[in-house]
Structure formats: C-alpha cells, structure tokens
C-alpha cells in the first residue's frame, strides 16, 4: 500500500463526499487495499457520515470481518446509522453480502425499538432494499400470520442476525404496521394466504415503551408527548395533519444546548489561566491531569507554539486556543520520543517557573525557520492561523526551504472550538495541509501523521497497524 493513500485519507476525510470527485476512488482503493483499516473508520467520528457511506459499500466486496463492521456501525448515533447504511440503498448495493451487513447491523442493535419508533419509515426503506419489496411482504405476511413454515421462514431471513428474538419480533411487527392493531384492533383487515388451510391470527401485544408511545401517537399526537421533534412532525403530517406547529413543539422532547466538554488537559490549562488555582507551570499542570507513558512514536519532531495575544480569543472561546495548544503539546511530548517545541509569543518560556499567558505579536515565520533548523521529521505549526506580525511570511519560508531541500512534513494545526468553523481564511498556505483541531483526542492522530512522515513510500502492514491504533485505539 501507498503512504500516500493513507496521507490523503487523513487530509480530506472531514470534508463531505460530493466536494471532491477523486474521494470516491481514493476510499474505493483503500476499501481494496486495507478493508480491515476501513472497517475501523466507520466508528470514527472524524470522518464525514458520507464517506463512511461510500467505505461501507466499498467493503461490502472486499473481505473484511462483517461481524466487526456491524459492531463499528452499531457505535453510530442513530441519525448517522441510518445515513451510512442507507448509502447501500442509494449506490444499489444489495447482494448477499450487503443484505448480511445491513442486517446485522439494523436487527442486532441494541436499541433497535428506539430506532423503530423514532425513524419507521426509514427502517422500512432499508429493510426493503436490503431484503427485496417481495421478500419484505413475506416478512409481513408470516408476522401476521403465524405458521411452523412462517417462522422458519423469519428466522432463515431475518431473526437470526437478532441479539433477542423477541424483541427482534416486535420492533418488526411494528414496522410491518401490525403493532398499531393492539392498540386499535379494528383498524386493518386480516390477510388470508389461499394455501394455508386455517390461518391462525397472531396475537400483537406492544411491550418496548417505545414502541408503544410511538403507535399511540398515531392515534392521538398528545400521546406522544416527549418524542423527538422530528418523529412527531413526521406523525403529524401523516396522521394528524390538521394539527398546529406548536402543538408538536410543545409536545416534542426539550432539545437542550449541549455544553462544550473539553478533554481534561484542556480544561486543566483553562483552569490555570483564568486563575482558578493560582500560579502554575506547564510541567506541574501535565503532570498532575496524566500519567507518564512511554513513547508510541520513535522520531523527532519540531512543534511551533502559537501562544501570541490572538491565543486568548473571548467569550466562551476564553483561552481556548491557547489551552487546546498547551494541551497537544504536552500529549505530543508523551507519545514523541524526541519533540523540540519553539513558542511564538507568550508571558513567559514552557519551561519556566509560570504558566505562559498568550499575549504579542504572532511572529511565525522565524521559529518555524528555528523549527526546520533542528532538521525534524515532522513540523507542526499549532496556531490559530491569524498571522498579525507578517502576513504570508510562513508561506514564503517553507517555500524557500523547499527550495534548499526541506523534507520533513509540515502541518498547520489549528485549535478549532467548534469543528463546523471556515479556515480557508486562516490558511498560512497552501502547500501544507490544515488539520482542525477541535478536542485533545486528535493527539492520536497528530502522531500517526508524524509516524507517517518517516514512512517510505510503500505502508508496511505493521506501521498500518500502528495508524489503527493511533487513530482508533486511544493510544
């Protein structure tokens, strides 16, 4: 395999699938080349839900472990869940594998009767692509209608990829349209299969609390009081469309603003800078929040620090540039063998008995120049991107020493509060490429691009192994 592959995954898989015509290839080509790679992707929640999308029908042909996939695919949110797999319905992938896949996926959740009750109508889109519009009214039929050649016929087809087949049943039950009659049983007719001599009628009865509310709802909207927003719009328009807008927002479960939750070095440093537990140095502030490892990486790299007066930002962004650095550079010194860092502003040295407080000019230029002189690797320049001493002049450095023979990598890491924030202003230039940073947790991949950096150009398997780990093992 390619480094380059992997190089160009890790820059381009925050960006949607429909930006770039060449994504396409590159995850179809990674897919064929490294499928149990891939397989680990579809639980990272860096990589854009429409990529992980275009991954999941590329490794529907390759050999991986499908059991393993369907695990990654279970740790989704639901929204994201249902967007990947319903990449296969759109790409008109439905094989035998794929059909395997989905359903283990789908049927072995663990939350399968929340997903049935807050999203039905596209579980039942899925089930009908994933087993076939004929396939999924014998489903139907033999839930409704049970038989000894009904129920081998569920369980050859979709109760064995169940975790608990009973709640399995139901959850389908309830997207078949039958869970409703036990709560209005007159409301749908019988069906009656000609070849079966005394139909037997099987008996519906909603345990999942779930499910319960969501069939009530139908029958009533103030039943559903308490569902999501979007669940209740979606039963109104089909059932209640007299109904005002404010009744289902009213009726819908409270959407609180989430608060930002920063890693624990992070919020160490924040801390530490407003003054929360007096006079601290960078060194005392590490040590106390983790504990000392021994280096996953054995390289050296150069870290430009940006701790200059635009670091102190404002706000509910207070310090979050400047404690997000801080904290990249400490977890960097811990998994790097040999890390030189240069700072760029900032009250006092690293090194010193106080903690830096950002302040002057972002003068860039010159310590990445200090940077490259230690012959590094990796450079990572972590800055906020507001060049303010002179504009363009990194630009112009690296471009120099390339000329002279620079060879080691060089990144732009930006401390990001939100990961939906434009850069394409703050781009020292466009020769390197920018990796946002919006949580201390990105440390790992930081190290598996300085990894990366000293590979040659062909992966071998063990350094991949050790990407899957940095990437997706916490390590």
């Not at 990947?84 to 059909?99: F, K, P, T």
């Not at 049983?185 to 070849?195: D, E, F, M, T």
């Not at 009865?205 to 779930?210: I, T």
């Not at 990796?435 to 990105?442: G, I, L, R």
Request: aromatic share 4%; proline share 5%.
């Amino acid at each position: 395999m390619k480094t380059t592959l992997i190089r160009t995954f890790l820059d381009t898989r925050r960006q949607p699938l429909t930006t770039s015509a060449e994504t396409a290839s590159l995850l179809d080509e990674l897919c064929r080349q490294a499928p149990e790679f891939c397989a680990g992707v579809l639980a990272d929640a860096t990589t854009h839900a429409t990529q992980k999308a275009q991954l999941l029908a590329g490794l529907v042909c390759a050999d991986a472990d499908g059991q393993r996939i369907a695990q990654a695919l279970r740790r989704l949110a639901d929204n994201e869940l249902l967007q990947v797999l319903d990449g296969l319905r759109q790409r008109r992938v439905n094989g035998r594998r794929a059909r395997e896949l989905g359903l283990r996926a789908l049927l072995g959740h663990e939350r399968l009767a929340e997903l049935a009750a807050n999203h039905r109508l596209r579980l039942v889109r899925l089930l009908k692509h994933l087993l076939g519009e004929r396939t999924w009214s014998s489903v139907r039929r033999f839930l409704e209608i049970a038989s000894p050649e009904g129920d081998r016929f569920l369980h050859a087809k979709v109760l064995r990829f169940a975790a608990d087949t009973s709640k399995t049943r139901e959850a389908l039950c309830f997207l078949a349209g039958l869970g409703f009659d036990a709560l209005e049983p007159a409301r749908r007719p019988w069906l009656v299969v000609p070849w079966l001599k005394k139909p037997e009628k099987a008996k519906f009865e909603l345990r999942s609390p779930a499910l319960r509310q969501s069939a009530a709802a139908r029958r009533s909207l103030e039943a559903g009081e308490g569902m999501p927003r979007e669940t209740l719009y979606g039963i109104r328009g089909t059932y209640h469309r007299q109904a005002p807008s404010k009744l289902v927002r009213r009726l819908s479960a409270p959407q609180p603003r989430q608060g930002r939750l920063d890693g624990a070095l992070t919020a160490a440093f924040k801390e530490a800078l407003t003054g929360g537990n007096g006079p601290a140095s960078f060194a005392d502030v590490v040590a106390k929040v983790t504990a000392a490892r021994v280096p996953a990486v054995d390289l050296s790299a150069s870290v430009v620090l940006d701790l200059s007066g635009s670091a102190v930002s404002s706000g509910e962004r207070l310090y979050h540039p400047a404690a997000l650095g801080l904290a990249l550079v400490g977890l960097l010194e811990q998994r790097v063998a040999r890390v030189n860092v240069f700072q760029v502003g900032g009250s006092a040295l690293l090194d010193g008995r106080r903690l830096p407080r950002p302040q002057g000019p972002t003068d860039l230029a010159a310590a990445v120049l200090q940077a490259a002189s230690t012959t590094p690797e990796a450079i990572l320049v972590v800055t906020d991107g507001y060049e303010n001493f002179r504009q363009g002049d990194v630009a112009q450095v690296l471009d120099g020493l390339g000329r002279l023979g620079l060879t080691a990598a060089v990144y732009q890491v930006v401390p990001v509060f939100t990961a939906a924030e434009d850069l394409s202003r703050r781009r020292l230039g466009e020769n390197f490429p920018v990796v946002p940073v919006d949580h201390e947790s990105t440390v790992g991949e930081l190290t598996a691009r300085l990894l990366l950096a000293q590979e040659p150009e062909e992966l071998s398997s063990a350094t991949l192994r050790s990407v899957e780990d940095l990437l997706f093992g916490g390590v």
